[in-house]
């Protein structure tokens, strides 16, 4: 890699070189074409004297002598002009035949980095990090300013968490293309792994300064940094607490121990996870729970699991159910770092899409309570758009939109956050006529009967989702919705009439 490095800085040093000789061999005054005549032959003595030695032996070292004692020039004023001349097309004539055969190596080179750079994509794409790196360092030694192979290099030695030999392919990246958006990029990504977050904030505010529209891409790259460092710093205060000996910190612990004694009736479990519920008070014990495997002693219970599946309803596991989903929305409320881990968790997004159509209310309430958490930030909403089955979850959540009670506001006013999403109107402009009209238009034609409180977000909802132009021609075509628009104003004048 140093060699290369060193070739490529000397290739560009002799490419000034020879552009400054040639500007002062077409110069008009007649004492600096001297002076580049001489420098022209000395150049002309080196380029043989390489070829020479290229061919003679790749591997022996380079024993290039300048000549110091070129041929002189003609004392009288008009011999030291054509000798000038002769020196000059001699010199043009080599520079051009050099620039020929460079550029014909050039495309063949070209041609050979371009295959490996291929042959390192196939290899990156099945995840032999190792293979693509090995190939994107053949196709580097055939082009060294070739800026795709520095930037794919880097990214595979991300894969390998080889942070520094990444940032080092970024910066010869940026060498060859200062303008290098993938190269800021990847170089962000290094230097947040390493918890370098103020180079990694700067790598991507650069990203503005050269496209400033892609202001939103930037903004997601910042929000990671930004909670990459508030997760380090909640650990870092969460180890310091528990070293210390503070009575929350240390009964986590003692809690998640006793949680993890396998093959316990269902009420052991319910008791020790509202204990555990009631002992997490702030972050400090939110992040405790995290680094002590709490996720994993209580998402992988079997008798937990069990009851999150709703296989065996009754009223144990159903009280073991509820407390496990006020757990989550404990430890997930104000932390994102929780709330990633959660979702991610295996079999947890289908329980919370599943556990919303519980035939038992205090299952259905608590779980609209951990979504309520998720739906209130623009990371939770990203990760539920990610993660869960967004049909099967709005349809269970517009279930309760003729409920009289909390969870009918609650759910709406979950949908009409997510409503903003771009890609929540997106997903949904296919179905959005089968999927959102029948419950609105139910609730428009029964509104004496409904929970007025409902209507606000439910039409905020409505008018978010028809920000979209597809969903608004497809409302506006809608007979039934107009209908029901028409019911409800003929009911609001009554209501007016009679008050």
């Known amino acids: 890699m140093e060699n290369e490095k060193q070739d490529l800085e000397r290739f560009l040093k002799n490419v000034d070189e020879i552009s400054e000789l040639v500007k002062e061999l077409n110069s008009s005054d007649p004492e600096c074409q001297k002076k580049a005549s001489e420098k022209a032959d000395q150049l002309i003595c080196c380029l043989k004297e390489n070829e020479e030695s290229d061919e003679s032996c790749n591997t022996r070292l380079n024993r290039t002598v300048i000549n110091t004692n070129p041929p002189q020039a003609v004392t009288g004023p008009q011999g030291r002009q054509n000798d000038s001349e002769i020196s000059t097309e001699n010199f043009m004539k080599i520079l051009e035949k050099d620039a020929e055969d460079r550029r014909k190596r050039r495309k063949e080179n070209e041609k050979l980095a371009n295959a490996l750079k291929e042959m390192g994509n196939e290899a990156f794409a099945k995840g032999d990090y190792e293979t693509a790196v090995l190939r994107y360092s053949e196709g580097l030694e055939k082009v060294r300013d070739m800026q795709v192979l520095y930037t794919n290099r880097a990214q595979a030695y991300i894969k390998l968490m080889k942070y520094q030999e990444a940032i080092g392919d970024c910066d010869w990246a940026l060498r060859c293309n200062e303008k290098c958006i993938k190269a800021y990029i ?164 289908e329980n919370f899409v599943n556990l919303l159509a519980s035939e038992t209310p205090g299952i259905q309430m608590t779980c609209i309570r951990v979504l309520c958490i998720y739906s209130q930030t623009q990371y939770g909403r990203s990760l539920v758009l990610q993660i869960l089955d967004l049909d099967k979850l709005v349809e269970n959540l517009l279930k309760f939109i003729n409920n009289k009670d909390i969870t009918a506001k609650t759910a709406v006013g979950i949908l009409d956050r997510f409503a903003g999403e771009q890609k929540f109107r997106v997903h949904f402009q296919g179905n959005f006529t089968t999927t959102f009209l029948p419950p609105f238009t139910s609730l428009l034609n029964n509104m004496p009967s409904v929970d007025l409180t409902v209507l606000p977000p439910c039409i905020s909802m409505m008018a978010s989702m028809t920000g979209d132009d597809i969903i608004r021609k497809k409302t506006a075509s809608c007979q039934e919705c107009w209908e029901a628009f028409l019911t409800a104003m003929v009911i609001n004048m009554l209501f007016f009439l009679i008050a």
């Open 186 to 349: 990847h170089m962000g990504r290094a230097h947040l792994a390493l918890h370098n977050y103020k180079e990694a904030r700067n790598c991507y505010h650069r990203i503005l300064d050269i496209e400033p529209k892609r202001e939103n891409i930037v903004h997601e790259y910042l929000n990671q940094v930004d909670l990459e460092e508030k997760k380090a710093l909640q650990e870092q205060k969460a180890r310091a607490e528990f070293e210390q000996g503070k009575e929350n910190a240390t009964s986590v612990l003692e809690l998640l121990h006793k949680l993890g004694k396998p093959e316990q009736i269902s009420l052991y479990y319910t008791g020790g996870i509202c204990l555990l519920s009631e002992a997490i008070k702030d972050g400090t014990e939110q992040t405790l729970f995290r680094i002590h495997n709490g996720f994993s002693i209580i998402n992988s219970n079997p008798i937990v699991r069990r009851s999150l599946s709703l296989k065996q309803p009754d009223r144990f596991n159903d009280d073991l159910c509820i407390s496990v989903l006020n757990l989550w929305k404990v430890i997930c409320e104000g932390n994102e770092e929780n709330q990633k881990i959660l979702i991610h968790s295996s079999g947890i997004s």
